[in-house]
């Protein structure tokens, strides 16, 4: 099944980085040719080192990103709140599963078919790999180094490539899906990596992603994202936004006191504590005016006013056969 890959061998993990090549995967993040092996560009003539056992596939050149706003889309009124900041069917993460893994990304990934390719950007210690084979998924797992993750995630097999999730060294329309959870805010550029993300997406393809919004600032995070800011990043983007929610055993009093310090962290159960205040007031005043007790949905803006993280589900649009409606 798997190639042994070009002048490298295989990186030290996994064999994703050898297979992507040898189904031209890749392509130089300086010129945009396909890639033929890690070692150097055969178009640019551009070499790139091996770094801990893995192809670095980093630009050198500068380039110019070209950004073309609809001024329309800074219309806070044009975000449709009812239909975008929703909960999917499940949502929310396993005691016992994968880190990280919601169970409404986890839907989206089981239904996708056999062979279909999932890159995850910020793979980290690489612990999705596994979880996404097992399913008959091709998986790719990508990450700036091998350093930037938890000791207990090591065992893994961490990243197959490392690459600038701004630059990506993947060919376009070329991915069924993209994962990255807990990722975004460490991105410099949010809106120009959302854009990578649309580029490297077949039509149809989904982008499954979450990101800090009042977690504290943390490892080197840049931008945390609210729901808004979460769903101007991909609809600047051009992805069709299907769901963004806020993770509900995660609220940001939780949060802070876990991600905090020492001294925090053994009181974390005031987090969840100091949630519940906040909500019942809001879930007594709706089941009086509803006669039934709030689901997630009617809480939405509730919980995400004070959410740790917010996830989400986007999709770029396949291609319309004559028709918008379609899309
Ligand atoms: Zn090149």
């Keep these: 099944m ?12 996994t064999d994703g980085a050898s297979r992507g090549l ?66 999917p069917e499940r949502s929310g993460q396993e005691a016992s599963g994968v880190y990280h893994l919601d169970r409404a990304h986890e839907d989206v990934l089981n239904g996708l078919p056999k062979g279909s390719l999932v890159l995850e950007i910020g793979c980290g210690g690489g612990q999705m790999r596994k979880w996404v084979k ?32 701004h630059a990506l060294p993947i060919r376009s329309n070329s991915v069924d899906a993209v994962y990255a959870v807990a990722v975004w805010e460490h ?7 959302a854009q990578e993300v649309r580029r490297v997406l077949k039509p149809g393809g989904y982008f499954l992603g979450s990101a800090s919004f009042l977690e504290p600032w943390h490892d080197e995070s840049y931008y945390h ?12 983007a051009g992805l069709d ?17 876990v991600m905090g310090n020492k001294a925090t962290r053994p009181v974390a159960w005031l987090g969840r504590l100091m949630n519940r205040f906040y909500l019942f007031p809001k879930q007594m005043q709706f089941f009086l005016g509803n006669r039934r007790w709030p689901g997630l949905d009617d809480l939405h803006t509730v919980r995400s006013t004070m ?16 028709s918008e409606a379609s899309a």
């Design 22 to 87: 040898a189904d031209g995967l890749f392509m130089c993040c300086d010129c945009g040719a396909e890639l033929e092996e890690f070692a150097c560009c055969t178009a640019c003539g551009r070499s790139f080192a091996l770094r801990d056992g893995r192809p670095a596939l980093f630009p050198e050149q500068p380039r110019d990103a070209v950004w073309r706003i609809p001024v329309a889309a800074f219309d806070p009124g044009a975000i449709p709140k009812d239909r975008a900041y929703r909960y």
């Design 225 to 236: 994202m609210t729901p808004n800011g979460t769903h101007m990043t991909l609809q600047l």
């Design 134 to 165: 097992d399913r008959g998924l091709d998986y790719l797992g990508t990450d700036v180094s091998v350093e930037r993750v938890h000791d207990w995630l090591a065992q893994h097999g961490g990243p197959d490539i490392l690459c600038d999730a």
């Design 307 to 322: 959410a740790g993280a917010i996830a989400w589900i986007a999709r770029k649009s396949a291609p319309a056969h004559g």
């Design 241 to 257: 936004v299907l769901f963004i929610w806020p993770e509900v055993n995660w609220p940001g009093f939780r949060a802070m006191l």
């Design 187 to 193: 991105l410099a550029f949010p809106q120009l990596a």
């Design 2 to 13: 798997s190639l042994s890959g070009g002048t490298y061998g295989r990186p030290a993990a």
